[in-house]
């Protein structure tokens, strides 16, 4: 089992150009997205969050139990869903604004115990950053890690919620020694002013750094860095391939059977290739389509 944690969304996105572009409500949240990608591709995934008791929370957790993933982990309440408003930029990037305060993610309370069958961990996002929260998901990530659990961490940085960016920068390193996995975007990367290499040194035994669409590079403990291109493809825009890309390498190291710090540190040149290359496909057809749409299993084929 994989267990994904983090915040679920409702994506405003707009249909067409201009302020006041009618906008149309999408399911999203980076942890979100990740966990209906893993369901998709059919790795055993749970989610670990806090939703509204709302429309939209419903919405959310249909969502999810449509991609076949568990929602017993997740908490309820009566405060509303929290909302991200989409720009889409003529290159179909995609910058957000949030409405958050008084949102019922931001009351996540850190379980007793995960799901007995936990293999991994996936932490990220906003739900790093927006207390109190963050606190009980940092508490998580730091528990899960102590225990021997797998764990994958995806900043996504997104500014104009962090409040003093110096804090975030030293809190982000002082989550580096409970991570086996790091990945996060070269936009990422640079905001939070360090190096794949710096990072390695004080915990994750893999680097992976996303560069949109020329594709992927993976820093490794031994030295080495191993980079593979982007998938070629008509982008109508890139709301979710970032989350896509996550859930593709933690599908794949499933597959390796290689969920395990130990495990990860081992891995080859050819199996990263193998890895690199599957995330690459698999964020090219979540970009192919409006939204966060990752693609299924039967899309893909075979790592």
């Not at 090219?284 to 899309?299: D, L, M, N």
């Amino acid at each position: 089992m994989i267990v994904v944690a983090g915040e679920a969304l409702i994506d405003l996105v707009p249909q067409g150009r201009g302020a006041l572009a009618s906008l149309t409500p999408a399911l999203g949240g980076g942890p979100y997205n990740t966990a209906v990608a893993l369901g998709r591709l059919g790795s055993p995934t749970a989610f670990c969050s806090r939703t509204s008791l709302d429309a939209f929370g419903e919405a959310l957790l249909d969502g999810l139990r449509e991609a076949g993933v568990d929602v017993s982990p997740v908490q309820r309440g009566a405060e509303p869903t929290t909302l991200a408003v989409a720009t889409i930029d003529t290159n179909g990037s995609a910058a957000y604004s949030f409405y958050v305060d008084g949102t019922a993610d931001r009351l996540f309370a850190a379980p007793a115990s995960l799901p007995t069958d936990t293999r991994a961990v996936s932490f990220g996002t906003c739900s790093l950053v927006l207390e109190p929260g963050a606190s009980a998901y940092e508490e998580l990530l730091r528990t899960a890690a102590a225990q021997g659990v797998f764990t994958a961490l995806d900043p996504n940085i997104r500014a104009g919620l962090i409040p003093d960016a110096d804090a975030y920068r030293a809190r982000f390193k002082s989550w580096l020694p409970s991570v086996s996995l790091l990945k996060l975007s070269e936009e990422d990367a640079l905001w939070l002013g360090g190096t794949p290499r710096e990072w390695l040194a004080s915990g994750p035994s893999a680097v992976v750094v996303t560069h949109g669409g020329d594709g992927l590079t993976v820093f490794t403990r031994d030295g080495a860095a191993l980079a593979v291109p982007g998938e070629k493809v008509d982008v109508v825009d890139t709301i979710g391939a970032g989350d896509t890309v996550n859930a593709a390498l933690l599908h794949g190291l499933d597959t390796l059977d290689a969920l395990s710090p130990a495990a990860l540190a081992g891995l080859g040149v050819e199996d990263w290739t193998r890895l690199l290359r599957f995330a690459a496909r698999a964020a090219a057809i979540t970009c192919s389509r409006a939204g966060a749409q990752p693609p299924y299993a039967s899309e893909l084929g075979g790592l």
